[in-house]
């Protein structure tokens, strides 16, 4: 399982789209399925008159469930009993969900998420992951607030 599967799993109920949809980065687009581009509507012959088409029904898109992120994130701290800086801390924010933080766990999670920064540089690795883990929690059915994806 990916860091970024595990950091899903942790968050999302386990029945949640993002924990159920293959695959360990889904857009909200892919969720929601695509319509065709164009449908056929059979006509009448041109003897007999036809009643006006019927509208074609395309399948609606079920909206994904949201899930209160700095909530969920909140209670696990309080729960651990430790002082953590996960608002702003990948090490903490992976620390508060029972995570791997060393830095090789870090530098898999950036793999997982294309970093191409230089993963050596690991003060602008964290301040990155942070920045795409929150982000990506916000596309797969998070309410993040803005202040934790900027």
């Known amino acids: 399982m990916s860091i970024f599967s595990a950091i899903l799993n942790k968050i999302f109920p386990h029945d949640h789209p993002a924990n159920t949809t293959p695959g360990s980065i889904t857009s909200p687009a892919a969720l929601a399925g695509t319509a065709p581009a164009s449908a056929s509507v059979p006509t009448g012959t041109p003897s ?41 801390s990948i090490v903490d924010l992976l620390k508060v969900l029972g995570l791997d933080s060393s830095l090789d766990a870090r530098k898999q999670l950036a793999s997982e998420l294309h970093y191409a920064g230089n993963t050596e540089d690991s003060a602008a690795m964290n301040v990155w992951l942070h920045r795409e883990v929150m982000q990506k929690l916000a596309e797969n059915g998070g309410k993040v607030p803005d202040d934790l994806k900027n």
Do not use: C, F, K, Y
Not at 50 to 68: E, F
Not at 76 to 81: N, W
């Open 48 to 88: 007999t008159p036809s009643a006006p088409a019927a509208p074609i029904s395309q399948p609606s898109a079920t909206p994904m469930p949201t899930v209160d992120v700095e909530a969920v994130l909140a209670r696990m701290q309080e729960g651990s009993g430790e002082r953590l800086n996960w608002r702003t």
